[in-house]
C-alpha cells in the first residue's frame, strides 16, 4: 500500500475520511484535503484505472490490521506429521501403548506416520511388519482414516494416518 507522496497516479479516485465518494480528483488535490484533516491520503485498489484512494489515519489502520493478523493466526491449528515407530515383533502390550499414543495425536488434529522398521534378517518377513501396522490401522480406525497406505521404503515400512474417520458411526 503507498501512503501520501509515494502515490504515483496523476488522477485518483478519491473516498472521504468518512467514506463518502468525493470522485475523481487530481493528488495535488487529494493531498491538500488529506492534510487538512490531518489524516493520510492511503492507496487502497492501485489496479484500477484510476487508483482508488481513502483519506484514514495510517497508523491506526496498521495497528488494526496488524492487531486482526495475529487474532487470525491464534485461530489456526498447525497440523503437524507426528510419528510413532514400531518393530515388526512388537509385544501386544508395547503394541497397545504405541496404539494409545497414536490415537491422543490423531484426537489433537495432528497426522500421525506409522514406522516399521526392519534390522537385519526381518527384511526377509516383511509381511510381519505389514501385518504390524495394519493392526495399529485397525485400532485406531473409528477416529483416524488411511491418508497413504503401508509402502516399504528400504528398510522402513511407513504409512500415515489423518484424523477424521470414513465412516461414520
Known sequence: ?????????????????????????????????????????????????????KIINWGKFRY?????????KKSQHQIKVKEVKVKPNISDHDLDTKCKQLREFVSKGN??????????????????GEAVIKKVIESVEDIASVESPAKLMGRSMTAVLAPGSKKKT
Do not use: W, Y
Request: neutral net charge.
Open 64 to 72: 488494526d490490521q496488524t492487531k486482526r493478523e495475529k487474532e487470525n
Open 111 to 128: 497426522k500421525a506416520k506409522v514406522t516399521c522398521a526392519f534390522r537385519g534378517r526381518e527384511m526377509a518377513h516383511t509381511e510381519l
Open 1 to 53: 500500500m503507498r501512503v501520501n507522496r509515494e502515490i504515483r497516479a496523476p488522477r485518483i479516485r478519491l473516498i472521504g475520511s468518512d467514506g463518502s465518494q468525493v470522485g475523481v480528483v487530481t493528488l495535488r488535490e487529494a493531498l491538500s484535503l488529506a492534510e487538512s484533516e490531518g489524516l493520510d491520503l492511503v492507496e487502497v485498489v492501485a489496479g484500477s484505472e484510476p487508483p482508488v484512494c
